[in-house]
């Protein structure tokens, strides 16, 4: 709803006025950010007397790759990245951001975040971070309560390998490094093992743990041939699964028309992924404070709350009326398992890996 000063403001503006407005440009994800958010938040600039407002570019984000295009060719100003992309391939998307002022006055609401989310060593650059969370999700996996009895619900990652659920659950196909993570925690390894041996630079110890018929290689396989379907942007079901795998907004939609599926609540835990709010190292001034203005309105009350209800993210913020899984699961957000920023030598072999596996299927 307008307010009567933002009202006011705007009929003081001319057409001429509107027009020479400079534009806050906003890169984000498919859902993100709605007409009604960019009507809001332009009405409050408006009202707190900046000469700019917002758009959101019709490029939509993909992934790490296309995303630091777009920054490199300052497309856009304000980002919604996923917070292992801003040091993924030697950091070169953290060189185009800059450090967040967490004290400044247009930050109101930044008290309101989860500290847990808020210093993540991922995002951080010299003690400050490039990223105000915002919003995430598991990598989760769903059951069908009216197909599953609750005492045979799995409680271990191990037990997608069982011949009990042979073909009866999913997998995305596309961000292939969650299913890696979950073979390696079958393995009782640490889901990013092979980024931390990467780390190291440990490849007698990469070798020997992805040898061509080795453990971790063939426990891979085998979750791919288990597997029943796969998915690549959103799950897919049919009559023949009983888990999916999820990043969530879909499950709410099948339990609105009936369906029962109940997240699987693993004792390894679960792969986990923050989208945050970034500001390019171009901001600056005049700009860079209505940026602040604009970052502040997302991490509000209204719209975090919005991502619970409209999308079934996780959000960043805690003052909520409810913070959806988050209520049940306190713990879904546990810093040793956010998705790491892959090095181009983990990824390379994960996606060995993956070729490995698709040409013994075909």
Not at 68 to 85: E, G, H, M, P, S
Not at 256 to 263: N, P, S, T
Request: glycine content about 6%; overall charge neutral.
């Amino acid at each position: 709803m307008v307010s009567k000063l933002a009202l006011f403001s705007i009929l003081l503006l001319l057409p001429w006025q509107l027009l020479a407005m400079e534009k806050l440009r906003i890169f984000t994800w498919a859902g993100y950010v709605t007409a009604e958010n960019i009507t809001q938040v332009n009405e409050i600039l408006i009202s707190k007397g900046y000469n700019y407002q917002v758009e959101v570019i019709t490029t939509k984000a993909e992934d790490a790759d296309q995303m630091f295009a777009v920054i490199r060719n300052k497309q856009c100003d304000i980002t919604f990245l996923t917070l292992f992309f801003i040091k993924m391939h030697g950091e070169q998307i953290s060189r185009l951001l800059q450090p967040i002022n967490i004290n400044s006055p247009r930050l109101s609401n930044y008290k309101n975040l989860d500290p847990k989310l808020t210093h993540i060593a991922m995002g951080m650059q010299q003690g400050k971070p490039l990223y105000i969370p915002w919003g995430g999700g598991v990598y989760g996996f769903f059951v069908d309560t009216n197909k599953v009895k609750q005492e045979d619900i799995p409680t271990s990652v191990k037990d997608l390998w069982a011949a009990k659920w042979r073909n009866k659950f999913s997998l995305n196909q596309g961000q292939f490094w969650y299913n890696v993570g979950l073979t390696l925690q079958a393995l009782d390894f640490h889901p990013f093992y092979l980024e931390q041996l990467a780390q190291k630079n440990d490849r007698s110890a990469l070798k020997e743990l992805l040898a061509k018929q080795g453990v971790v290689l063939n426990k891979f396989k085998q979750l791919y041939n288990n597997a029943g379907g796969f998915w690549q942007s959103s799950t897919k079901f049919n009559d023949n699964l009983e888990i999916v795998s999820s990043w969530g907004p879909e499950i709410k939609r099948q339990n609105e028309h009936g369906g029962k599926w109940q997240l699987i609540n693993f004792k390894e835990g679960h792969l986990a992924w923050l989208d945050t709010i970034n500001f390019v190292r171009e901001l600056k001034g005049d700009k860079l404070a209505a940026a602040e203005v604009v970052a502040n309105y997302f991490i509000d009350k209204k719209v975090q709350q919005r991502i619970v209800d409209e999308l079934s993210m996780l959000p960043a913020s805690v003052n909520l009326d409810s913070r959806g899984l988050l209520d049940h699961y306190p713990n879904l957000f546990n810093a040793d398992l956010f998705v790491p920023p892959y090095s181009q030598l983990s990824y390379s072999l994960m996606q060995q890996m993956v070729e490995q596996v698709t040409d013994d299927r075909e």
